[in-house]
């Protein structure tokens, strides 16, 4: 695991794991890693990456935002 400034970002070779409790703290991370990404000219692959949500209940739409690349879950 390693933090970049508030992201906890967990990494295995080249695969990484953002955890969040909300949405909105998500969106929040993965702006965070946007920036960094950007800092340092790394690219994250977005049609190969994957958000999951685990939540009680209903199943609720979500917005997340990556690189203008919109995922809608």
Known sequence: MC???AI???MLADNASIFA???QALQSKL???EVYCQIWE???NVKKSKIMVF???RHTKYDFTFSN???ML
Do not use: A, M, R, W
């Open 69 to 71: 690349s919109t995922s």
């Open 31 to 33: 702006n965070d890693l």
């Open 42 to 44: 790394l690219k994250v």
């Open 21 to 23: 409790y909300t949405p």
């Open 55 to 57: 939540k009680k209940g």
């Open 8 to 10: 906890k970002l967990y």
């Open 3 to 5: 933090t970049i400034d």
